[in-house]
């Protein structure tokens, strides 16, 4: 095979990363708003400025941080703190494994560098995109998925530091509950752009409203499920409706 020219090497990786920005800038705004509540949170919630700090760099999972803090705050076993973030985030098992035929050339650090910097986001702008691929592990897919995990990770670390050094100034009265709600709604609700979205967010909706109860926030896993089978048997279906 002939040699690439690296010129167009690079300008494949540019334009691919450049459109994955594109499609990532508009949830941009909700995530610095989600990561601004999560830093005043941790401050709030009893942990040092330098704690927090390294939670949020080394952590990097936003409902996982929310989860965890009323524990902390408690004075709970550390494991049950380790076991109800590992239950939040049972939904990148799910993630890893759809996107695994598109990264499994690359090596394992690499795979591990990829799999800290990934978000719902990029998994929720990436499927649609490259999911009926004839070909998987592009040069075009890896940058396009970088596109959308850098830009969130920087907006995440930036307003949860800001959020961090701020949250003494932040008065007990405000309800940063609300506000995270808010930012997750301006995330999610741009993508009820179709009838198999609309199905797998009433699936998980109504599931998570039926597993409040469970403990460890397992309603939370067990919505992630739902909605994700609700979502490929409504594909499906709705195509074999078109077909």
Same mark, same amino acid.
């Given at each position: 095979?002939?040699?690439?020219?690296?010129?167009?090497?690079?300008?494949?990786?540019?334009?691919?990363?450049?459109?994955?920005?594109?499609?990532?800038?508009?949830?941009?705004?909700?995530?610095?708003?989600?990561?601004?509540?999560?830093?005043?949170?941790?401050?709030?919630?009893?942990?040092?400025?330098?704690?927090?700090?390294?939670?949020?760099?080394?952590?990097?999972?936003?409902?996982?941080?929310?989860?965890?803090?009323?524990?902390?705050?408690?004075?709970?076993?550390?494991?049950? #703190?380790?076991?109800?973030?590992?239950?939040?985030?049972?939904?990148?098992?799910?993630?890893?494994?759809?996107?695994?035929?598109?990264?499994?050339?690359?090596?394992?650090?690499?795979?591990?560098?990829?799999?800290?910097?990934?978000?719902?986001?990029?998994?929720?702008?990436?499927?649609?995109?490259?999911?009926?691929?004839?070909?998987?592990?592009?040069?075009?897919?890896?940058?396009?998925?970088?596109?959308?995990?850098?830009?969130?990770?920087?907006?995440?670390?930036?307003?949860?530091?800001?959020?961090?050094?701020?949250?003494?100034?932040?008065?007990?009265?405000?309800?940063?509950?609300?506000?995270?709600?808010?930012?997750?709604?301006?995330?999610?609700?741009?993508?009820?752009?179709?009838?198999?979205?609309?199905?797998?967010?009433?699936?998980?909706?109504?599931?998570?409203?039926?597993?409040?109860?469970?403990?460890?926030?397992?309603?939370?896993?067990?919505?992630? #499920?739902?909605? #994700?089978?609700?979502? #490929?048997?409504?594909?499906?279906?709705?195509?074999?409706?078109?077909?």
């Amino acid at each position: 095979m002939p040699a690439e020219d690296p010129a167009l090497v690079r300008q494949e990786r540019l334009a691919a990363f450049r459109s994955g920005v594109q499609a990532i800038v508009p949830a941009l705004i909700a995530t610095g708003t989600w990561g601004l509540v999560t830093g005043v949170a941790m401050v709030k919630s009893g942990l040092t400025e330098s704690m927090a700090l390294a939670m949020t760099l080394l952590l990097y999972a936003g409902s996982a941080q929310l989860t965890s803090l009323p524990l902390i705050a408690s004075g709970a076993p550390l494991w049950l #703190i380790f076991m109800a973030g590992c239950v939040v985030n049972l939904r990148f098992i799910i993630f890893g494994a759809a996107l695994h035929p598109y990264f499994r050339h690359l090596s394992w650090p690499r795979r591990l560098g990829l799999g800290y910097f990934t978000t719902d986001m990029g998994f929720v702008l990436f499927m649609p995109r490259f999911g009926d691929a004839a070909e998987r592990g592009t040069r075009e897919q890896l940058w396009y998925f970088m596109g959308t995990i850098a830009p969130g990770w920087v907006v995440w670390q930036a307003s949860s530091i800001v959020g961090i050094y701020l949250g003494t100034l932040v008065p007990a009265t405000w309800s940063l509950d609300f506000a995270a709600v808010l930012a997750l709604l301006a995330i999610t609700v741009p993508l009820a752009n179709s009838k198999p979205m609309l199905v797998s967010m009433l699936a998980a909706g109504l599931t998570a409203w039926v597993g409040q109860l469970l403990p460890l926030r397992l309603g939370l896993a067990a919505a992630v #499920i739902a909605g #994700i089978l609700a979502g #490929i048997w409504a594909e499906r279906h709705f195509h074999k409706a078109r077909a």
